[in-house]
């Protein structure tokens, strides 16, 4: 079935430093890839997403990347801030059954001040 | 825009209780909406597809007698818990896709914790 591998499971950076979440997908078919926020106690948040006919799409200081010849996806975040702490799920919805999203296994994303 | 609210956030009853939960979809028409449900420290498990107007797809597993889905608007899906057990205890989410095309993104609501004493 779909699969989408998330990596890494945690990551502590440096306030400012940059942080980098990537995700392989399996279904060759997928043309959808969002991007969610997770903070403790609440809804995912949708914060970027990017469709199979373009390669890269940035929003301030968060960038998303797509190799569709080999499957990957990554999310970028730039000068980050201690508000960025937060658990990310990517995703990725596929031409076969296109309304559900196959998520990640979540990346908990931790900046020190 | 693309706000969905969730209710209750929190809930706690007794063993045996079914509990209702809503999902509106606030400045946007959803023809399509999902349950989810996560663990602790998990990933987003999806239960159920809504479409108004029709039955609920379930997913694999889950059983459609104890999750009852009702999509009866535009705007608005429940999702009733009928008997919860201890073992029901559990976030639960919903989000909405934009009725307006293909691939628009689900939005989601702040989820409902179920404490089922």
């Known amino acids: 079935g779909e699969n989408v591998e998330q990596h890494p499971s945690t990551l502590s950076v440096q306030e400012g430093d940059s942080a980098v979440i990537k995700c392989t997908y399996s279904?060759?078919?997928?043309?959808?890839f969002p991007w969610y926020k997770q903070e403790l106690g609440k809804g995912p948040q949708l914060i970027i997403d990017i469709r199979s006919n373009v390669g890269e799409k940035k929003d301030q200081r968060i960038a998303v990347t797509l190799n569709k010849t080999a499957k990957h996806f990554s999310l970028h975040i730039t000068e980050t801030q201690p508000e960025d702490s937060a658990v990310y799920f990517c995703a990725a919805v596929g031409l076969v059954v296109t309304d559900k999203l196959i998520f990640g296994t979540g990346t908990r994303l931790q900046v020190f001040p | 825009g693309a706000v969905v609210s969730q209710h209750p956030s929190w809930v706690i009853c007794k063993s045996g209780t079914s509990v209702k939960i809503e999902c509106r979809s606030l400045d946007f028409q959803a023809t399509t909406m999902f349950w989810y449900r996560q663990f602790p420290k998990q990933s987003l498990m999806l239960m159920a597809t809504s479409n108004e107007g029709s039955k609920a797809t379930y997913e694999q597993g889950v059983e459609k007698d104890k999750f009852l889905i009702n999509h009866a608007s535009l705007t608005l899906s429940t999702l009733t818990v009928t008997s919860a057990h201890p073992e029901d205890s559990s976030f639960y989410i919903c989000?909405?896709?934009?009725?307006?095309?293909?691939?628009?993104?689900?939005?989601f609501g702040d989820g409902t914790r179920l404490s089922i004493l």
């Open positions: 989000s909405a896709r934009d009725a307006g095309g293909d691939n628009q993104p689900q939005h």
């Open positions: 279904d060759s078919a997928s043309n959808y």
